[in-house]
């Protein structure tokens, strides 16, 4: 029969401190992804549209020197681009940094802090349901 989760019980307290911990991890991957998705749904189409006349000319004549001034000739675009691109490649860095080597002590740290402040909030925590259910 399982024991209700209690204080009185430390190593199911301990065990589901963990799993708390993991999944607010878990939702953190989910948020960063999410927000990439994002960036890629409403700053990359913009910035493409106003790259447009240029991509038609390099799909013709493709030359470094033409990518290179097509860039430098519409900043607001490749900052967008540039933008979208820098944080796929963050996260997918810092992913990988996380699977390869495992969370940093710091990180876990902070995690545990964030996980304590849910439990002492309690329901009235947005991420609550999700982290504590």
């Known amino acids: 029969m399982e024991q209700p989760e209690n204080i009185s019980n430390p190593e199911n307290s301990n065990l589901s401190f963990t799993e708390q911990v993991q999944r607010l991890h878990r939702l953190t991957v989910y948020g960063r992804w999410l927000f990439v998705g994002f960036l890629w749904l409403t700053i990359a189409p913009v910035s493409l549209w106003h790259l447009r006349e240029e991509i038609a000319l390099w799909r013709q004549y493709f030359t470094w020197v033409a990518l290179r001034y097509g860039l430098a000739y519409?900043?607001?675009?490749?900052?967008?681009?540039?933008?979208?691109?820098?944080?796929?490649?963050?996260?997918?860095?810092?992913q990988s940094r996380n699977i390869l080597l495992g969370l940093p002590q710091q990180e876990k740290q902070r995690l545990e802090q964030q996980v304590y402040r849910i439990r002492q909030q309690g329901p009235s925590h947005p991420l609550w349901k999700w982290i504590c259910h």
Request: aromatic residues 10%.
């Open 74 to 94: 519409h900043p607001i675009a490749t900052i967008g681009l540039a933008f979208c691109i820098g944080m796929t490649v963050a996260i997918l860095i810092w």
